[in-house]
């Protein structure tokens, strides 16, 4: 089974600041990674998503992740973030060889608050 | 861009009814899946559905709930008698074809078990 460990249940950060959410995983074997961000009152947006090839991964909205094998962490990471961006993130992971029938196991999600 | 679609939005049922709960996943998609966030804890999993069939389902799925996909465009969830613990907010998400394609989701149904 999978489990996902998002460390920090809240994270202020002023306005053009930068931001990292931390997420690590566990799994016995090979894993896809995904960022989910939810708007107050909407459903997940999908921002970003690891499956193979380059460990820097490029999404929506200005945000990037990096996945780490030997730290099983998959951190997203934002250069300079904005009010738009206040919202709860949640890393997710999913078996690489399960297919598509299988669900996505998710962290608590972190609630990211940006202060002007 | 395509949306999956819930309705309705928010629901109050009575602890011990049936409720059933509507989704119109993307068109062209083939994986279907009910999730469930009690508030303030993770997303959960609740069961996939394929091929007009289960293919696979957590613990929390057990035989209280049941999935159908009555007409070829509709994808629901009923709880047969819900309970206070029932009370969540019910996501459902749909994927194109394989496992490395994102999973669409809806906007969710707030389930309030009085």
């Known amino acids: 089974a999978q489990s996902v460990t998002q460390l920090d249940s809240q994270v202020p950060v002023f306005e053009e600041a930068p931001v990292e959410l931390r997420c690590n995983y566990s799994?016995?074997?090979?894993?896809?990674l995904f960022w989910y961000v939810q708007y107050p009152n909407q459903g997940l947006q999908l921002l970003l998503k690891?499956?193979?090839?380059?460990?820097l991964v490029k999404g929506i909205n200005g945000f990037e992740a990096e996945f780490n094998k030997s730290q099983t962490s998959f951190h997203l990471r934002k250069p300079s973030v904005h009010i738009s961006d206040t919202a709860e993130y949640f890393c997710?992971?999913?078996?690489?060889?399960?297919?598509?029938?299988?669900?996505?196991?998710f962290g608590k999600g972190t609630h990211l608050i940006i202060q002007p | 861009e395509p949306e999956v679609t819930q309705t309705p939005s928010h629901q109050v049922t009575q602890m011990g009814q049936e409720v059933i709960l509507r989704c119109v996943p993307i068109?062209?998609?083939?994986?279907f899946y009910w999730y469930r966030q009690i508030l303030g804890q993770k997303v959960e999993f609740l069961v996939s559905?394929?091929?007009?069939?289960?293919?696979?389902k957590s613990e929390i799925f057990d035989d209280q709930f049941s999935v159908e996909r009555p007409d070829g465009s509709n994808f629901t969830l009923k709880i047969r008698s819900t309970k206070l613990e029932d009370s969540a907010m019910y996501f459902c998400?749909?994927?194109?074809?394989?496992?490395?394609?994102?999973?669409?989701f809806g906007s969710g149904t707030r389930l309030t078990v009085v």
């Open positions: 997710a992971v999913k078996r690489g060889t399960g297919g598509g029938a299988d669900g996505l196991t």
């Open positions: 799994s016995s074997v090979s894993v896809y």
């Open positions: 690891y499956l193979s090839g380059s460990t």
């Open positions: 068109s062209n998609h083939l994986y």
């Open positions: 559905f394929y091929n007009n069939e289960i293919s696979e």
């Open positions: 998400a749909s994927n194109p074809q394989g496992e490395t394609d994102g999973y669409t």
